[in-house]
């Protein structure tokens, strides 16, 4: 009974704050790549000549595919929430799959 009360409220206040979650979304997003690109570059330290570039170049190419795809989630989720009418929750799916990047594990389940 919770979860669908709770449900309806994030369903009603989506509606109303939709552009500034994605906003938010899309500056944490970009945040988050930006300081994935700071340590990935500092692991380049250890390197030198070619190899050192080729992993800068590495790492600033997935910093700005992050950075692309979270635009493009941005522009999408913009573009859906100003028809809210076919999809009352569909601006906030792709919330939780960005920023899962390391597995979990069960936290009771050992199997042997």
């Known amino acids: 009974m919770i979860r669908i009360l709770t449900l309806i409220t994030a369903t009603a206040f989506a509606c109303s704050t939709a552009i500034a979650a994605t906003n938010d979304d899309y500056k944490a997003a970009r945040k988050a790549a930006n300081d994935q690109y700071k340590a990935d570059k500092a692991a380049c330290k250890s390197q030198s000549?070619?190899?050192?570039?080729?992993c800068?170049?590495?790492?600033k190419a997935?910093?700005?595919k992050a950075i692309a795809d979270a635009k493009q989630?941005?522009?999408s989720d913009k573009s859906s929430s100003?028809?809210?009418s076919s999809g009352s929750g569909s601006g906030m799916s792709g919330s939780s799959s960005s920023s899962s990047s390391?597995?979990?594990?069960?936290?009771g389940s050992t199997t042997k």
């Open 49 to 54: 000549g070619a190899e050192k570039r080729a």
């Open 56 to 59: 800068e170049k590495e790492a």
């Open 62 to 64: 997935k910093r700005d």
């Open 73 to 75: 989630a941005k522009k």
């Open 82 to 84: 100003s028809g809210m």
């Open 102 to 107: 390391a597995p979990s594990s069960p936290s």
